[in-house]
């Protein structure tokens, strides 16, 4: 008679609403206090699963509204660093550019941005800059560094602080012009003492795709003493000079003016492989973001549905128990 209450007791149990709606409940009600954990232990790995899928979903959402700000960004700098191309190359054409010249004072100007997640620009700006700067050190020569954003500062400051002359940042807070990069140009020039200034920075050439770039501008002594030596920088003596203006005047007029159209030229174009870096990793998060999804939608069905098998088969063993 006991053993047949007993049996009943456990078919109304099993059959009940709370059996269906909760099998932790029907659970408590077959096992005693001991042999359960705490509520809810079985879904603590799906919902650990839920919360990363749920984190996976909105880096993604970043990653697509970065990639998409970027692009909007590109065409615009795009069309100006093309024809800021312009203005430097009749330089290249009169003075050439010298980057093996040897001098005892050598400025390196490392262009890098002030923002991250923009693949390895900055990173190869600042690879070269140390390259150049080992071969431009030695005995007698002094060379210090001119970092422009905050990235490069952040990387040559590990093992080249006392060489960094001046720090600029932000400088791509605003829409970029040619009033504010010579006004840079000109505190630069004041506050430098150098023969050869050497501009490193990221030319650009498609979204995929920058060169690393070193543009070197003399100083006007050294460019009387290359004339002097013959080279291409001596034919600046068959040019007639109008006016009451020396040659060591137009020189310095000349060298002030290369380094502020060089210089524009140089944030535009390295702002532009920024924007085009930058795409590029976004893209490329934003498709590893879709595949860890994937995988973390798979594990999340896969963990689901062995909880299910497992509570199917601890009701049955159950109800085998209680029938047996």
């Known amino acids: 008679m006991a053993m047949a209450a007993l049996r009943r007791e456990g078919r109304r149990l099993l059959l009940s609403p709370v059996s269906y709606n909760s099998p932790v409940a029907a659970r408590s009600a077959i096992l005693s206090d001991s042999e359960l954990g705490p509520m809810g232990a079985r879904s603590v790995s799906t919902q650990a699963v839920r919360n990363r899928m749920k984190s996976v979903k909105n ?11 970027a692009a909007s960004k590109l065409r615009a700098v795009q069309v100006r660093t093309e024809n800021s191309r312009g203005i430097w190359q009749p330089f290249t054409a009169l003075l ?3 980057p093996s010249v040897d001098v005892k004072k050598n400025v390196i100007v490392a262009i890098t941005s002030d923002k991250g997640l923009c693949g390895g620009i900055n990173s190869t700006s600042v690879k070269v800059s140390k390259a150049l700067y080992k071969l431009t050190s030695g005995p007698e020569k002094e060379t210090k560094y001119v ?11 590990r093992d080249s602080k006392n060489s960094i002359e001046m720090n600029i940042t932000e400088l791509q807070k605003n829409p970029l012009n040619y009033t504010q990069v ?5 505190d630069i020039l004041k506050n430098m003492e150098y023969d050869a200034l050497r501009i490193i920075y990221n030319k650009f050439q498609s979204v995929v795709s920058f060169l690393p770039t070193v543009s070197t501008i003399l100083s006007p002594e050294t460019v009387e003493k290359e004339s002097e030596a013959g080279g291409k920088l001596g ?3 068959f040019y007639e000079i109008e006016g009451g203006d020396t040659k060591a005047e137009v020189l310095q007029n000349l060298a002030e003016f290369q380094f502020s159209c060089v210089l524009f030229n140089a944030v535009l174009e390295n702002a ?14 934003s498709r590893n973001a879709g595949e860890m999804l994937d995988r973390l939608t798979l594990t999340y069905n896969r963990t689901r549905q062995a909880s299910i098998t497992t509570e199917l088969i601890e009701i049955i063993s159950g109800a085998s128990a209680l029938t047996g």
């Open 96 to 98: 050439g550019d010298n």
């Open 182 to 186: 010579s006004v840079l140009a000109d």
């Open 235 to 237: 034919s600046l003596d």
């Open 59 to 69: 880096i993604q959402k970043i990653t697509k509204a970065m990639k998409m700000v």
């Open 147 to 157: 970092v422009l954003g905050e990235k490069g500062k952040v990387q040559l400051v």
């Open 272 to 285: 532009c492989s920024e924007l085009g870096a930058r795409m590029s990793a976004m893209d490329s998060s």
